[in-house]
T-cell receptor, first 112, second 114 residues
Framework: GEDVEQSLFLSVREGDSSVINCTYT??????LYWYKQEPGAGLQLLTY?????DMKQDQRLTVLLNKKDKHLSLRIADTQTGDSAIYFC????????????FGSGTRLQVQP | GAVVSQHPSWVICKSGTSVKIECRSLDFQATTMFWYRQFPKQSLMLMAT?????????EQGVEKDKFLINHASLTLSTLTVTSAHPEDSSFYICSAGQGAIGYTFGSGTRLTVV
């Protein structure tokens, strides 16, 4: 199947690090993505990682990929209140269909 | 960067009427666009793949006669919700991409049918 799973909720204090986890199913996915959605808005691409990489860092964001376990994580350093949003991991499964398959989304709440 | 404009941002309509939502790629050409539906506190579910110059490909369970998709140019796809009913109330989002490096999403349309 094409299930992408995430934990539903994460609460952290401002200044702490946040780690959002994702488990995907299609090991043939070439790219894996992290998107951010603020209330009532569309999705913003935060970062992506190529499947032959283990890690990618982009300013406060660090993506870790464990292909053996099909596990993807997003670490946000020095989390700010403006980071409060829903975070979706996504893949493009090798089904011939080019659309993204999204995880259930993790709601990140940052407390001052 | 790639920009996708979606209009309107929100619409309220009466049961039985039809509503058209537009999705435009502003600075690139998109032979393929995607339409998603999102229920409150849920993930995005793909409804259909819009193909320029040909018929859309609908996902299983999505009524093609109810959700009409037209992709008449390389920069515009429209989704028309025909004979809308309250259960069609939802957040609809389109996306388009220039390759494997992610897709750009519109800002979404919140449809409320009363």
């Amino acid at each position: 199947g094409e299930d992408v799973e995430q934990s539903l909720f994460l609460s952290v204090r401002e200044g702490d690090s946040s780690v959002i986890n994702c488990t995907y199913t299609d090991s043939s996915s070439t790219y894996l993505y992290w998107y951010k959605q603020e209330p009532g808005a569309g999705l913003q691409l935060l970062t992506y990682i190529f499947s032959n990489m283990d890690m990618k860092q982009d300013q406060r964001l660090t993506v870790l990929l464990n292909k053996k376990d099909k596990h993807l994580s997003l670490r946000i350093a020095d989390t700010q209140t403006g980071d409060s949003a829903i975070y979706f991991c996504a893949e493009i499964p090798d089904t011939g269909r080019r659309a993204l398959t999204f995880g259930s989304g993790t709601r990140l709440q940052v407390q001052p | 960067g790639a920009v996708v404009s979606q209009h309107p941002s929100w619409v309220i309509c009466k049961s039985g009427t039809s509503v058209k939502i537009e999705c435009r790629s502003l600075d690139f050409q998109a032979t393929t666009m995607f339409w998603y539906r999102q229920f409150p506190k849920q993930s995005l579910m793909l409804m259909a793949t819009s193909n320029e110059g040909s018929k859309a490909t609908y996902e299983q369970g999505v009524e093609k006669d109810k959700f009409l998709i037209n992709h008449a140019s390389l920069t515009l796809s429209t989704l028309t919700v025909t004979s809308a009913h309250p259960e069609d109330s939802s957040f609809y989002i389109c996306s388009a991409g220039q390759g494997a490096i992610g897709y750009t999403f519109g800002s979404g349309t919140r449809l409320t049918v009363v």
